[in-house]
């Protein structure tokens, strides 16, 4: 847990502070509008990982009845 708060700190502090000097957005648009669109891609991020996960699962389960199908079927009584 430590080591990820260090990773957001080292993360945040140099591009805040480059943020805060830099002169290059046309549309004046301030530091809370790349936090809110930052958090925009978040949640879009967070709700990517997921339907990922289900996505793969399904086409495992397919791919299993799939198999289980084509399978040669092995009688008792030989």
Excluded: H, Y
Aim: glycine letters at 6%.
């Amino acid at each position: 847990m430590r080591a990820l708060i260090t990773t957001i700190v080292g993360t945040l502090a140099p591009a805040s502070a480059f943020a805060a000097t830099s002169n290059l957005s046309a549309d004046n648009s301030g530091m809370f509008v790349w936090v809110f669109l930052g958090f925009c891609a978040l949640i879009v991020v967070a709700q990517v990982v997921p339907a990922v996960l289900l996505l793969t699962g399904m086409v495992k389960g397919v791919v299993s009845v799939v198999k289980e199908e084509l399978a040669p079927v092995t009688s008792k009584n030989s």
